[in-house]
């Protein structure tokens, strides 16, 4: 503003609404309305749980496939290293 005299009676105005009480207090209405509500969140859906479920379940088949792979009977395989040890 080039009008100084209208400039500082606009501040003024500004300072008043400012700091009038009714304002500041529906200020902080409006910002506890805003502000996030955090809910309980659902353990299945949350990731760190989720992993650490994952886990357990590809060890268990892990588990479960060893087991079974010892259970059948097959040759033994012979490494490069056992057939070049026969040979010589």
Same mark, same amino acid.
């Given at each position: 503003m080039k009008d100084k005299d209208r400039q500082a009676f606009v501040h003024s *105005?500004? =300072?008043?609404i400012q700091f009038n009480a009714a304002v500041t207090e529906r200020i902080?209405?409006?910002?506890?309305?805003?502000?996030r509500n955090f809910k309980k969140r659902n353990l299945e859906l949350c990731a760190s749980t989720r992993a650490?479920?994952? *886990?357990? =379940?590809r060890d268990e088949?892990?588990?479960e496939t060893l087991i079974a792979v010892e259970q059948k009977?097959?040759?033994?395989m012979i490494?490069?290293?056992?057939?070049?040890?026969?040979?010589c």
């Open positions: *105005k500004m =300072e008043a902080q209405e409006q910002k506890t309305i805003a502000a650490v479920k994952m *886990k357990k =379940e088949k892990r588990t009977p097959h040759d033994q490494s490069l290293y056992g057939k070049k040890k026969w040979t």
